[in-house]
Structures are given as structure tokens and as C-alpha cells.
């Protein structure tokens, strides 16, 4: 039994050969996974075939591809169901546990969100981006630019994209939890923006108990006016807001501040010990930490009109080799 | 203090009104509130139109329309935030007490999903939605046809348009609380079927904790292939599953054998105490009951091509009242 990613994508790719008609290689494969949200390279999909060939899943023919065998349609049929299955706040977890970022010496990782965007609108979004990041739509002002045919960090640029990697959010429960303060994400939300300040939630998806990201489906229903929010001081914007223990409200806020000065912030406030903040609600003994999110400015890039496809809480990043946009 | 959900009406009223540049008159009103999601017909805004001229935020400007006053501007941006975040939970919740349906009498409420389809593509709708219900894609054969013009049950159908009424699984929950059984909706989700049947749940959204709709969530992303798995068996469906106490199993498990005679069926399998079932995670100490959602007839319609506009988890409408389809 290998691990369970290795695992989802083995059947992914079991899946991809399955429903093609004829030999499918590797090439073809990773850039259906890619289509599928599965951040994977050629490469590696080379390692995951053989390993496929070894179950007597699947069987090559030459340099044509593979085929699936009897044997693997049947594990497919079995295995499918219960892989793709996962909770959100599962993967959000581990991200947050491998987010190591150090505030004092500027070493290790943070937790970014992963857009593709065609190499000829690329100019226009890094335009927008930067016009958005620089009226505060972000985390950070870094980003890290991914070129076609890159297998670092595990995440698979198809030919003709650029991959960027803005910071998530997500950042700070990395560095709370750093800072010995136990955090997790409570709710995604779009916020409502008046005269350029956060007003007040008016969605919310609870991050627990749902296998799509909830920043995902605000995104996908195109609920921002993240640009009119900048031009206008009135829109909509994506948030969301973590709970951290009573107590450990003024640590909280030495560290949101230390973090300010390493360019990573974003947070509104700390909220009172179980009250709403922005009328999201706060558990008894709890404050609330609401956070624009990391992904506004590539989101306004989809409100231009330019076709961007973002995976949010993608990964972790070593935030010494992100640049300014 | 009138009632919260006049309240909701007569800020979503003062924002449109204020959105607009000249007078608005009731009928523009009551379209726009249409396109909002909210069930209100003209004469019931007339109503809150009212309610706003006496207390100052609006001003009526002979037959053209009404204009905000400064005095409502302030209301409205007062009120507007904490107004519209409302968990799906606590409607549902309303629903489920209203629904009073009853196996033995046949008479009361079952919860109903609302769909708006333009009256040129009602024909070609129908035929569909027949289609989708003979193969098992629905909770009960009956439906709720209503005209333009109505008022009945607080639906408000727009000009051009037909509303119909399905029953909603959500009804299944109104049974169970009917017979003694407490119980609630914990997921909304997308069923794989497989060889015509479920073969567990790949998308999983929690209904607590979340203002928007879950089954909502997955027609917007177009999810389903309910024609496909309709044809060849195979595709994905809308379902939920909710959590009853494991002593209470055959009386709910009778309660559903009585239902079925009524017409009202749908609901997979009873699962085993604590365990998960069909993938969907269970409380100890629980069962799950995963039912198909009575939406699947409508949102087949939305695949055919056919513009259809319907709001899960409506309202309630007496059972005895809908008819055949």
C-alpha cells in the first residue's frame, strides 16, 4: 500500500485509460490529469504507470501507450468511488502542517494558491494582478512563476500556460500553529466591501464536511466584484475566517503583526471571545481572525475577461524563492 | 419589528430601488426580486412599499415609482449585511416543521423545489421531466404546475414564465420528524450510479454551516449526468443523507415502506449504526438515510439544453393538490 495520493492518482490514470478507446501514453495523461486538478508531471505519471504495469492494471503496448486490462477495470470499479472522496479541510490540514514559514529568519514554506493562465494573456493578468495587489486584493506581493515543462514543486504546467503561485490565506493558520496556537480554517466567504472596508460576510461555506474547497464554488459562481470593489470602494470580495483560543488573542496579534513586516498580511481583525465577527459566527471561548483572500487578485483577473483556472490551497511554497510580480 | 423574512423583503426592495438612477415601479420590482431568489408577487411588494413610505425610506413620486431617501440609504447600508446571511440549515429546519404531510389521512404539506421555465420550452420540459421521473429520478410522480399571475403559496411566477412545483427529498426529514423521529439533512451530494444504482456518494457538501444551498451549489457547477446515467446506467445524480438515532431504524424503515404507497419514494438504504454509508460519514450512534433528490427530473431538463431556473428546498404545498404529470 502506497500512500494515499499515490493511490488517488493511480486511479485517476487508470480512469483516463479506461475511457479512452485506444493505447493512451503518458503525455496525453498528464495533461488529462491536469484537467482533473491532479498537479502532476510527465514524469511522474511514467512512475505511476509502471507501477500500474506491476499490479497487471494496465499494459503497455510499445511507445503507443497503455491499455487497461480486465483485471484493472474491475480494481478501477472498486477503488474509484471511495479515492475521490475526500474533505477539504483533510488536505487543508496537512498543507497548514508543512507550512513551516519562520518569521525571524525567512526560511521555509507558505501555503499558495496555484492559477494557469494561457502564455499570451499573460502579460494582461500580471497587469490586473498587480493593479489588485497593489489596492491590497492579496496576501503577499510575491508570486512564483512557473514555466510549461517544470516538474518542481510537484505541480504540472501544460504547454502553452504559465503557472502563478500567489499565497493563500491559509498562511497564517501555518503560522499560528507555528506559534503554538491551534487554528483551523471555519468558513470560506464572499465579504461585502463598502467604501473600500470589509462589511460584512454576506456567504458562508464552512470548510468542514465539504470535499470542494469553499473558496472554490465562490469562484466557480463568479460571485466577486473584486475590481469594482477596487475602482468604486463598494464589491465584493473572498474571505474567510479561522477560530484560535480566548487566551491566545494577543499572541495572535503580535505574530499578525510580525508577519506584516515580512509582507504577508491581509487579516481585518481579531474578533471579542464568542462574538460574530462580520456576522460570521464564533464558538463559546473563541475569537474569530477574518482574512481577505490570497486569491482576489488572480479572481479579478477572471472579471477582466482573461481565462484563469485557480486551484486554491494548492501547495506549499518556499516563500525565499517567490518574486515580486 | 414585523416578521424576519418581511424584513429580508423590505431591504432587498430599499436595495433595489436605491440601485436604480430613476423612480421604480412594483412591477420592475417584483421581476428584479424574482431574479434574486426571492418568492414575492407584485401586490405583496405594493405591501412593502407601504411599510417603507411610512417609515421614511422611501418616497413615492406619483405613478412612475418609488426613490430611496437619505433617511433608507443609511437603513439600507445598516442593514443590508447582517440581513442577508442566513444559513440554509435554519430554512430548512422551518421547512421541515411546516411539512405536515400525512401517510394515513393524505393530507398536508410536503416540501416542494421550485423550477421556472419559459412557457415556449414548457412542452419540451415536460416531456423530460416525465422521462426523468419514469426512471426512478424524482421522490414522487406529482407535481405543482403554476401559471404567471398567481399569488397561491407566496410563488411569484414572472411574466412568460410557468413555475412547477417537485417534491423535494427534504419531505422524507418532515415524515420522519411527523413520526417522532428527530432528523436532519447532513449532506447534499453528487451519487455516482453505477449499472442503475448508487454507488456512493463522490462529492460531499455539509447542509450546516453553509448560507448556500448545497444541492444549489451542484446544479450551478453543472455536476450531474443524470440523462446519461438514465440511458446507459452509468452517470451522476443529486442525493442527500441524513443522520436519524440507530434505535429509531424500523420505524423508519416501516415508515418509508408506508410512504412508497403514497407515492413518495426514493430514499437507497437504511446504513448500519455509525458507519459510513455510501461514503457519507456517520455520527456513532447514528444512521445514515441517503435519498435521491427530488430535483433530478428538473435538473435533466438544464442538461437537455433548456433554460430552467429552480430553487431546491422552496416551500411546502399540499401533496393532495399536485398532480401527474
Known sequence: ??????????????????????????????DEMHNRGYAIGERAVRYHLRILDERGFTKKHGYIGRTITERGKKELSDALISDRLGFIITKIEELIYRADYDLDTGKGNVIVNISYIDKDDYENAADIIRYAMSHGASISPKVG??????????????????????????????????NGIPTLPAYGGLMQMEDNKPEGFIDLISYSGTSIDPIKIFLRRKSTSILQAIDTGNGKMLANIREIPA??????????????????CGHICI????????????????????IMAGINSVAAVEEAGILIETHPVSTVMEYRKMELL
Request: charged share 30%.
Open 271 to 290: 474578533g471579542d471571545p464568542g462574538m460574530d465577527v462580520l456576522y460570521a459566527p464564533v464558538e463559546r471561548g473563541k475569537i474569530g481572525i477574518p
Open 247 to 264: 487566551s491566545a488573542a494577543s499572541k495572535a496579534e503580535i505574530m499578525m503583526e510580525h508577519a506584516k513586516k515580512n509582507d504577508i
Open 145 to 178: 512563476i512557473l514555466e510549461e515543462e517544470t516538474d518542481e514543486y510537484d505541480i504540472y504546467v501544460p504547454e502553452g500556460k504559465v503557472a502563478m503561485a500567489t499565497v493563500c490565506s491559509i498562511t497564517f493558520d501555518g503560522l499560528l500553529l507555528k
Open 1 to 30: 500500500m502506497t500512500e494515499p495520493n499515490v493511490e488517488r492518482k493511480l486511479v485517476e490514470i487508470m480512469r483516463i485509460i479506461s475511457e479512452s478507446d485506444k493505447p493512451v501514453g503518458a503525455r496525453l495523461i498528464a
